[in-house]
């Protein structure tokens, strides 16, 4: 039998410790809010016996766990390190994994967005936690399934958002040859239960992502443009396939710069389009302090 050791590990988040293991703990990765949604796990709801913990979130070979503010990880974790060695010491069963990958019902649509070279791939389920934006094959390393989609020839660029798949294509297909190709081909996918983003590449998002919104880093004026873009812009960009991201505020040009991810970028006339829809309101909601919005493609 497998002898199991637990390394701790800080993160970015005061309030998230990871448990790395030295063995293989799951194929997939989990993530539980509370204990009725813990119902495959039987790790995962004996941890949630733990008054101070919020958040289980099991991976291929670590856990992370995300603690109220009842208790500070420096007095609890050795303890909590210690029950885990001996759950997993004692063979007992982590993710009823059998259960949860069994080819699963799932329905995709496919949905045309502003950018011709850009189809959205909705799918009736959340596949993602956060955005991801793929450019090449590369960059895909961690995602599994942009990795499989960028293995079709016709496909440029791959972007994920909640409930979507956003793919980018070369000029050579037409969407009518491809469309069906590519929506089964993700349907399946996921039915399948396969991963879509990797548990660390999820882990290390969500880590940059609480670390920004930690640090102070922006003047009053950025973080009342990041409000409202996050408020009126964001929404609706989504809605046809693509993101909006805040990148800087220069005080005395008064210019925003954002960046453009999915099928608002490398479009010519949705980029004009969003552009001074965005300039125009910022202009109406935050007066002379912005001039002018500069649109850069992700």
Known sequence: MKEYNITIVATNNPKIIKLEA???LVKGNYEYKNIDEAKNSP???QLFYLPFIKTVYIASNFIALERFDIVDWQDVKDDVAQQLVEYLNAGEPIVNEDQDLKKQPVSVYAEVTPNPAVMKFVCNKRIVPAVFE???IDEAKDSPLAKALFHFPF?????FDENYVSVTKYEVADWEEINMQLREFIRDFLGDGKEVVSAEAIQKTKETVTENNTQSQYDDTSKQIIDILEEYVKPAVASDGGNIMFQSYEEASGTVSVILQGACSGCPSSTFTLKNGIE???KNMMGDKVREVVALNG
């Open 155 to 159: 496909v440029k660029e791959v972007f």
């Open 280 to 282: 125009t309101m910022l």
């Open 22 to 24: 030295n063995h293989f």
């Open 43 to 45: 790790l995962a709801q």
């Open 134 to 136: 793929f450019k090449n």
